[in-house]
């Protein structure tokens, strides 16, 4: 039963995410970048940047990101229904079971 109730908190398959959050709990993180993430209670991100790119890998739940400038490497977010990007600006990205959403908020 323990293992239940944990689930409940954090979903076990997003223990080993780069960034997560818990039943009821939001979370703000910096990027290196300078663009932010806001991520919904539930939620778990993989954040890959290099040279060429900065990809955030949304494997659960809904984040709003806002996207610092940079005209050398687009950012993306991921998911298992396709992938939306931006070179700047803010937007909500969702992934559920029937599926994914995006929402331009500001450009």
Same mark, same amino acid.
């Given at each position: 039963? %323990?293992?239940?109730? !944990?689930?409940?908190?954090? %979903?076990? +398959?997003?223990?080993? !995410?780069?960034?997560?959050?818990?039943?009821?709990?939001?979370? /703000?993180?910096?990027? %290196? /970048?300078?663009?932010?993430?806001?991520?919904?209670?539930?939620?778990?991100? /993989?954040?890959?940047?290099?040279?060429?790119?900065?990809?955030?890998?949304?494997?659960?739940?809904?984040?709003?990101?806002?996207?610092?400038?940079d005209a050398?490497? %687009?950012?993306?977010?991921?998911?298992?229904?396709?992938?939306? +990007? !931006?070179?700047?600006?803010?937007?909500?990205?969702?992934?559920?079971? /029937?599926?994914?959403?995006a929402i331009?908020?500001?450009?």
């Amino acid at each position: 039963m %323990p293992g239940f109730l !944990a689930n409940r908190v954090v %979903p076990v +398959g997003q223990l080993m !995410a780069d960034a997560r959050t818990g039943t009821g709990e939001r979370r /703000d993180i910096g990027l %290196p /970048d300078g663009s932010r993430l806001l991520l919904n209670a539930r939620s778990a991100v /993989d954040i890959r940047f290099s040279d060429m790119a900065r990809t955030v890998e949304l494997r659960a739940g809904e984040l709003i990101a806002t996207v610092h400038p940079d005209a050398a490497r %687009p950012f993306s977010v991921r998911m298992t229904h396709g992938r939306v +990007g !931006a070179r700047e600006g803010r937007f909500l990205v969702g992934l559920h079971a /029937d599926g994914g959403h995006a929402i331009a908020l500001s450009h």
